[in-house]
């Protein structure tokens, strides 16, 4: 029931800086509505990262950073690290199913 | 610090009802929206609903003619139960607080995995 899209994997060095896109549409992210991210390490619950598109919550470091535009998001991760290997779901909300929406979901992979 | 706890049997048999229960700790019950979120294995997350504390839910369309949320704010826990349920409703199910005022979901509970099966 997705209608997030988001690349199934991303990867890169330690250091590098990776990126994940989510696109919605015209009654999700383009209708305006705000786009939150989660990291589910494995085999444990989703964390939420970012709020409100650009947010961190307390205790999220600095290295990750949200953007909203048009019909989509992203999600950037500088610096990255070992302990970064994750998977990670932006989320929305969409007026044309009525109700709370997540993305497919990227797995990143630290090289 | 808020915590969330789900409770309820691993094992359903297909055509009967999934009852699960979230406890909170650490934090206020009343003046939140309380939700259910599934994840099937290997897959991406399903928003299944919430309630508020005034008793008001809502609902994921897909799932509305077959999921009930509940309240019960003086043992501080609240409730799903998910009738007819077949085999594509084996998945973790997670409780989360649900932040009115931002549209999303802060805290989690650690999931637990239903499987339906005879």
């Known amino acids: 029931q997705s209608v997030l899209t988001q690349p199934p994997s991303v990867s890169g060095a330690p250091g590098q800086r990776v990126t994940i896109s989510c696109t919605g549409s015209?009654?999700?992210?383009?209708?305006?509505?705000?786009v939150h991210w989660y990291q589910q390490l494995p085999g444990t619950a989703p964390k939420l990262l970012i709020f409100?598109?650009?947010n961190r919550p307390s205790g999220v470091p600095d290295r990750f950073s949200g953007f909203r535009s048009g019909t989509s998001a992203s999600l950037a991760i500088t610096g990255l690290q070992a302990e970064d290997e994750a998977d990670y779901y932006c989320?929305?909300?969409?007026?044309?199913?009525?109700?709370?929406?997540f993305g497919t979901g990227t797995k990143v992979t630290v090289l | 610090q808020v915590q969330l706890q789900e409770s309820g049997p691993g094992l359903v048999k297909p055509s009967e009802t999934l009852s699960l229960t979230c406890t909170v700790s650490?934090?206020?019950?009343?003046?939140?929206?309380w939700s259910w979120i599934r994840q099937p294995p290997g897959k991406g997350l399903e928003w299944i609903g919430h309630?508020?504390?005034?008793?008001?839910?809502n609902y994921n369309p897909s799932l509305k003619s077959r999921v009930t949320i509940s309240l019960d704010t003086s043992k501080k826990r609240f409730s799903v139960k998910l009738t007819s349920v077949t085999a594509a409703d084996t998945a973790v199910y997670y409780c989360?607080?649900?932040?009115?005022?931002?549209?999303?979901?802060?805290?989690w509970g650690q999931g637990t995995l239903v499987t339906v099966s005879s």
């Open positions: 989360a607080r649900w932040r009115r005022d931002g549209g999303y979901f802060d805290y």
């Open positions: 015209s009654s999700s992210i383009g209708a305006g509505y705000d």
């Open positions: 309630i508020y504390n005034s008793g008001s839910t």
């Open positions: 989320q929305s909300y969409d007026t044309g199913l009525s109700g709370y929406v």
């Open positions: 650490g934090g206020s019950i009343s003046s939140y929206y």
């Open positions: 409100a598109n650009s």
